[in-house]
């Protein structure tokens, strides 16, 4: 592809991230003082939003293959029926670009989201930590001894 082509794709690309991000700036995702119930409801839409919009910044479609964070939608009810998470393709595609742990990353999800009392999404979080410490302790033993999912669990 033509070097002229490319930073055009990623102007558009950029550009679109740009305007996902007003929904941010803007009281489009409600008024969060209107009760707890709001302030979480919009911090979930803001979250969403700036998930999806990095994805984009990062070269990322949108997904079609699972219920994730990078679904298109074309209106509200839609989108906030996404999950807050991305899919194991999307994730996978955000680990290799920004070079991060998935467990890490889970990890400090799940720690805000029971810090903002997101329940389900710090469910989510940290089952899914657990899930992969699960596999790399199968493959590789003693790749991860500081890694304690049970004792967390404990904590709760
Ligand atoms: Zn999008
Ligand atoms: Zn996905």
Not at 69 to 74: D, E, I, L, W
Not at 103 to 129: D, I, M, T, W
């Amino acid at each position: 592809m033509h070097s002229s082509w490319k930073w055009a794709g990623t102007f558009i690309i950029a550009s679109v991230a740009l305007l996902g991000m007003f929904k941010i700036c803007s009281r489009i995702n409600g008024d969060p003082s209107e009760s707890e119930k709001m302030f979480r409801l919009c911090l979930k839409r803001t979250i969403k939003t700036g998930v999806h919009e990095t994805g984009h910044i990062l070269s990322m479609f949108h997904c079609i293959e699972n219920e994730c964070c990078m679904n298109g939608s074309n209106h509200r009810l839609e989108s906030d029926s996404h999950p807050l998470w991305l899919c194991p393709v999307c994730l996978r595609k955000l680990c290799y670009a920004v070079q991060t742990d998935p467990v890490q990353r889970f990890e400090k999800l799940g720690q805000f989201c029971k810090k903002h009392s997101l329940k389900n999404e710090e469910a989510f979080f940290r089952k899914s930590a657990e899930a992969i410490i699960k596999v790399k302790e199968g493959g590789h033993k003693h790749s991860i001894p500081s890694q304690k999912p049970d004792a967390e669990e404990n904590l709760n």
